[in-house]
């Protein structure tokens, strides 16, 4: 797969990450889509790197998709962690 297709897998699991863990986020649509690219690569990199599945060459493999928004979800709740009071003035 090349980077085009990770960004989209990355916009999809983001999508599919909010969708599974609702409510507001403090960089609204737009932060959540990057934090759903991002962790669409670090899902990858962990599941190539740590736990012996390497990502498959192609877009329809559930495993990168669940490596994508696991990643997604977990990075997701990070950001809510450090920066989720950030809109309760």
Known sequence: MGILSWIILGLLAGAIAKILLPGRDPGGLIGTTLIGVAGAFVGGWI???WLDRPIANHFYDGATWG???GGS???LIIYRILFGHSRSR
């Open 47 to 49: 599941s190539a790197r």
């Open 67 to 69: 490596a994508a928004i």
């Open 73 to 75: 979800l977990v990075l």
